[in-house]
């Protein structure tokens, strides 16, 4: 599977952002996907996940409310929606799929390139 990030940028407090993630090979709705980011100085930590069929999500707390993940099979496409966007929110944001519904970076098998969002104060 080679994954592809598009959509960050440079964006105010509380605005918001699409991230995309599209996908080439084979059966990607048998995968897992999540959207993970680092910012500067900091271990890479997970944002958000979506089964396979989209059935079921989970969120890092502090993004709950704000972000949505969603995917499109048909389109070989993960979403992330993120919106009320805040400083601590700055970080490269990277998508990843894995064939188990964890949500550490280490299971997961293939990753895109990540792209760079930046909220400014």
């Known amino acids: 599977v080679q994954l592809q990030a598009s959509g960050g940028g440079l964006v105010q407090t509380g605005g918001s952002l699409r991230l995309s993630c599209a996908a080439s090979g084979r059966s990607f709705s048998s995968y897992v996907m999540a959207w993970f980011r680092q910012a500067p100085g900091t271990e890479r930590e997970f944002v958000a996940g979506v089964t396979g069929s989209g059935d079921s999500t989970s969120y890092v707390d502090y993004v709950k409310g704000r972000f949505t993940i969603s995917r499109d099979n048909a389109k070989n496409t993960v979403y992330l929606q993120m919106n009320s966007l805040k400083p601590e929110d700055t970080a490269v944001y990277s998508c990843?799929?894995?064939?188990?519904?964890?949500?550490?970076?280490?299971?997961?098998?293939?990753w895109g390139q990540g792209t760079q969002v930046t909220v400014s104060s």
């Open positions: 990843a799929a894995s064939p188990f519904w964890v949500t550490t970076a280490r299971h997961y098998a293939y």
